[in-house]
């Protein structure tokens, strides 16, 4: 790297220009740690992932659907399935009565969607968090969606709005406030770095979906993930 500083050093030759020179550096590394927003801050929380959940591990969502997602509260239960082989390539896997959720271990991001063993929904390139996460982070990333019978290509955007303090039915955790948005859908996820799964969420359809605007709400209930 080049120096800064012309070789031999810098003379100072007053008291005076030291204390300019002082006081110009405290300056500069206040503006840095205020005004920093492309890079990670020098102070406060990042989160990196922590990777998969272990196996074996269960928690249980509290959710409420309204509009195109339907009426009603209910409690939906998620196992960790450890390690699998999906079309010869290694995966993680969460089951859930509804589907089945495949990972990549290193980056924990999404796969895919499984009913048994047919896909229900495929992320390109895989889909999830652009770690580490700090507040006032921000991404975008156009993703191809691929249903059984067709694909859909949307640009989403993210951003990491606070870490913060968040209370639901199985304790209180910190959390990172995740805002996300794509061509027919806005979410707002609290991600607990302490146990590498989101402990609440808030995810609306918008008048673009081909369903209708609908609301589903989740928080974690209860859970046993020890790392």
Known sequence: M?????????????????????????????????????????????????????????????????????????????????????????????????????????????IAYLKGTTPLQIFDPYMGWDYPLWVGKSWSQVYKFIFPKQTFTSDTQWKVEAFEDIKVPAGIFKAFRVTYSDTWNNQIMWWSPELGIWVKTKFERNEKHGLGPGVREAELYSHNIKR
């Open 2 to 110: 080049k120096s800064l500083f012309p070789k031999g050093g810098i003379e100072m030759r007053s008291a005076y220009l030291k204390g300019c020179i002082g006081f110009a550096v405290i300056l500069s590394l206040m503006f840095v740690i205020g005004c920093a927003t492309t890079g990670p801050p020098l102070l406060g929380a990042k989160g990196y992932s922590p990777g998969p959940v272990p196996a074996g591990s269960i928690w249980v969502h509290e959710r409420q659907d309204s509009g195109s997602f339907g009426s009603g509260t209910y409690l939906l239960t998620y196992k960790s399935l450890g390690e699998q082989t999906w079309q010869g390539k290694k995966v993680y896997a969460y089951d859930s009565p509804e589907s089945t959720l495949l990972l990549d271990p290193a980056s924990t991001r999404f």
